[in-house]
């Protein structure tokens, strides 16, 4: 069995541990059925982002971004989308676009732009679970 394989079975079993001794009931079996299909999500790596699933609040995901001037690469956790380009959900404000002056000498940010000066989204991953708590 392949270190993969071996990882996702182990995620599998202590998630249905967690399943068994959960009296929530129905809502923690989906709660669990999630957790453990952005787990075994998170051992693929990243996605491109056209890919992406639709996100809000409560749904958020980890983006790849690229600065298309410098070619520099960064991870953004936590993000959503929105009025049409990424957002971090802890800041409220937008990863993707660039900001300019526009003809009226205002300050403009544009989270659209995908021009050689913006920075662009490229790939996705889910975002891993949180860690077990300590008992």
């Known amino acids: 069995m392949t270190d993969r394989l071996t990882e996702i079975m182990h995620i599998l079993e202590h998630q249905q541990a967690e399943l068994d001794v959960t009296p929530a009931g129905t809502f923690a079996r989906i709660l669990g059925i999630d957790t453990t299909a952005r787990a075994i999500m998170a051992l693929d790596g990243w996605?491109?982002?056209?890919?992406?699933?639709?996100t809000n609040y409560h749904s958020l995901i980890d983006i790849w971004l690229v600065n298309r001037?410098?070619?520099?690469?960064?991870?953004?956790?936590?993000?959503?989308?929105g009025g049409g380009g990424w957002i971090d959900s802890r800041t409220g404000k937008w990863v993707t676009g660039?900001?300019?002056?526009?003809?009226?000498?205002?300050?403009v940010f544009d989270p659209?732009?995908?021009?050689?000066?913006?920075?662009?989204?490229t790939h996705w991953r889910p975002a891993p679970p949180a860690p077990e708590p300590q008992r």
Do not use: H, L, Q
């Not at 491109?48 to 639709?54: Q, R, Y």
């Not at 520099?72 to 959503?80: A, H, I, L, M, V």
């Open 98 to 107: 660039k900001r300019y002056i526009n003809d009226d000498g205002d300050d």
């Open 112 to 121: 659209t732009a995908t021009d050689e000066r913006s920075t662009v989204a």
């Open 47 to 54: 996605r491109p982002i056209e890919t992406a699933p639709p």
């Open 69 to 81: 001037k410098t070619g520099e690469g960064w991870r953004s956790t936590d993000c959503r989308f």
